[in-house]
C-alpha cells in the first residue's frame, strides 16, 4: 500500500526559512533508512509563508497514521503557525 502524510504550515509572518531548513535536514538526517519512500518539501508559489511537507511511504500498513517522523516534524513546527497534518491512501495511479 502506498500512502503520504502531508504536513502543512501557514504562518502569519515570513517564518526564518534558515531555521525551517536546518530543522528538516536534523530530521532528514534522523529518518531511518527504508521506512519513507521519500521526503519532499514544497512552498507555495506566490505565498511566501505556506510551506508543505509531504512524506511518501510504501509498505503494508493497514491502518496508515501519522508516522514518528511526521508527528516530530509537526511538533517541531507548531510554534510558527497554523499546522495541519493529514494521511492520504493513494487509490490510483496514472502515469
Known amino acids: 500500500m502506498k500512502w503520504i502524510e502531508v504536513i502543512t504550515l501557514r504562518s502569519l509572518v515570513k517564518a ?8 528538516l535536514s536534523q530530521v532528514f538526517k534522523q529518518k531511518e533508512s527504508g521506512l519513507a519512500a521519500s521526503i519532499r518539501v ?13 512524506i511518501h511511504w510504501e509498505n503494508g500498513a493497514q491502518h ?13 513546527l507548531k510554534g510558527l503557525g497554523l499546522l495541519y497534518h493529514s494521511i492520504w491512501v493513494e487509490v490510483a495511479a496514472m502515469e
Open 16 to 23: 526564518n526559512r534558515q531555521m525551517v531548513d536546518e530543522l
Open 42 to 54: 514544497y512552498h507555495h508559489p506566490t505565498v511566501e509563508t505556506d510551506l508543505s511537507i509531504h
Open 64 to 76: 496508515p497514521s501519522e508516522s514518528p517522523l511526521g508527528q516530530q516534524l509537526s511538533y517541531a
